[in-house]
């Protein structure tokens, strides 16, 4: 395997969220560069997290590149004030909009990179005429709404297929994994495509030896595969 930019993407749902600023502060001092967090309406998934105001508190504190992924039924109200906060990268689901290149250009237009979400039961070959337009796909490893579920093996079918069009087609979007990713999933993900993992519950958040060493090992995992 060539060896790549590879990213672990905490996603700040599974942290503590009472104490938020104390996780935020350990993964910075790891050496995580990207964090991922979860805007979800009640709407499309029947569960609420992170909202705009706790968004500008964080590009306000850290420097970390900041990924947003909208779980709400109406993605293109976000994209201005998401724009305005600083964020970096800013996905939604294929199902919440009418015209995704639209959006994808609206959102690349303002200087953030655009990714569609395909959730477990939505097949690659939706995104066939939307894939030159993406910066990144986020392949979903469970049904979205919450973390801690299992991840379903077709993800890294999914994952495989994409990395397969991306070279047939030469195109440069970059993949993306959420939900589910494990110890034991890693390398699949890593091996047939994956460049941003995010990494949750079974990952730097499980809560084992604290998040300081959890993150570290799962660090380690990722740089062994990657070797
Ligand atoms: C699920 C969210 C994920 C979630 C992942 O809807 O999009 O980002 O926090 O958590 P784990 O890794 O525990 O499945
Ligand atoms: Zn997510």
Do not use: W
Not at 71 to 84: A, H, S
Not at 132 to 137: E, G, I, K, R, W
């Amino acid at each position: 395997m060539n060896k790549r930019d590879l990213m672990v993407n905490p996603t700040l749902a599974c942290g503590n969220l009472l104490n938020l600023k104390k996780d935020l502060d350990i993964l910075e001092k790891e050496g995580i560069s990207i964090l991922h967090i979860d805007v979800m309406d009640g709407h499309y998934v029947p569960n609420l997290c992170f909202n705009l105001n706790t968004l500008s508190e964080i590009r306000r504190n850290y420097a970390f590149l900041l990924d947003v992924h909208l779980m709400v039924t109406n993605p293109e109200d976000y994209v201005i004030p998401l724009k305005e906060i600083g964020i970096e990268y800013l996905s939604f689901h294929l199902d919440t909009v009418r015209f995704p290149i639209r959006l994808l250009k609206k959102i690349e237009c303002l200087g953030m990179k655009g990714g569609i979400v395909l959730n477990p039961s939505q097949p690659v070959s939706l995104l066939e005429e939307v894939l030159p337009y993406l910066s990144f796909v986020l392949v979903m490893g469970v049904e979205p709404g919450f973390s801690g579920q299992t991840f379903l093996p077709q993800t890294i079918d999914k994952i495989k297929e994409l990395a397969c069009i991306r070279k047939e087609r030469a195109l440069t979007f970059m993949i993306e994994v959420d939900g589910g990713v494990n110890d034991l999933n890693t390398e699949s993900c890593i091996k047939e495509g994956a460049d941003i993992l995010v990494t949750g519950a079974f990952g730097v958040f499980r809560r084992k030896n604290g998040l300081e060493q959890d993150c570290h090992d799962y660090l380690e995992l990722v740089e062994r595969i990657k070797r």
